[in-house]
């Protein structure tokens, strides 16, 4: 059974580096995975994908270790803005038989 | 313009009533999504259309009748719900199905429905 796990949420301060790891043990080889932002009462935001080793963008960097069971978002230097709830988006199957499966998600508060 | 609207932002509705929701975008893209999310969930998939024909249902009870006009309207007909259906209803689109990565999806801000 296809299933995303996310630790329920994390407390950082302004400045700091937050890595935030979605768990995805039953993945295959081509699976892609997603990473998503939700602040309340809109819809989640784009924010990075990728299915193998690593993934950097001007926002955010992606982490995917060779057993792929899992991934970790890396969100550099975050703001009072970042304060929202995040979801990584797992792609399991591939072809005309995709299953997209939002993780838990994890609200992320950061403090001053 | 990367903006997908969704109308209306609340309703509320009874069980015996129909009712839908509305879904636009003018980004050129040929898949769109219904998900459903309930107050500290994730959002579920509930159907896709791609290139106007129906591509997945999950499994959503009939009470929901998803329809795609046109490229860039995709409404959500709702009658006969039950007060757990109760929730969140999110559109996206994307540029299309995934090939085999999954392109970017764009996210309304939602129709707030309650049942009563």
């Known amino acids: 059974l296809a299933k995303t796990t996310q630790p329920i949420s994390m407390d950082s301060y302004e400045g700091q580096e937050v890595n935030i790891t979605c768990s995805h043990n039953n993945i295959a080889t081509n699976d892609y995975i997603t990473w998503y932002q939700q602040f309340p009462s809109q819809g989640p935001r784009f924010i990075i994908q990728g299915y193998k080793t690593k993934v950097t963008n001007e926002v955010a960097s992606l982490f995917i270790p060779a057993d792929r069971k899992s991934s970790t978002l890396s969100l550099p230097r975050v703001s009072l803005s970042d304060t929202a709830v995040y979801y990584c988006l797992v792609l399991f199957g591939g072809g005309a038989t995709n299953k997209l499966i939002f993780g838990t998600g994890t609200l992320l508060a950061v403090q001053p | 313009d990367t903006e997908v609207t969704q109308t209306p932002k609340h309703l509320v509705m009874g069980m015996t009533n129909k009712k839908s929701l509305k879904c636009e975008q003018h980004?050129?893209?040929?898949?769109m999504y219904w998900y459903k999310q309930k107050a500290k969930k994730p959002p579920e998939l509930m159907f896709v259309y791609s290139y106007e024909k129906l591509s997945i249902n999950e499994s959503v009870p009939s009470r929901f009748s998803p329809e795609c006009p046109n490229s860039s309207l995709l409404n959500l007909h709702l009658h006969a719900l039950q007060p757990e259906d109760s929730a969140l209803y999110l559109c996206?689109?994307?540029?299309?199905?995934?090939?085999?990565?999954?392109?970017?999806?764009?996210f309304g801000p939602g129709t707030r429905l309650t049942v009563t």
């Open positions: 980004m050129g893209h040929r898949a």
């Open positions: 996206a689109s994307s540029q299309g199905l995934p090939d085999p990565a999954p392109y970017e999806q764009y």
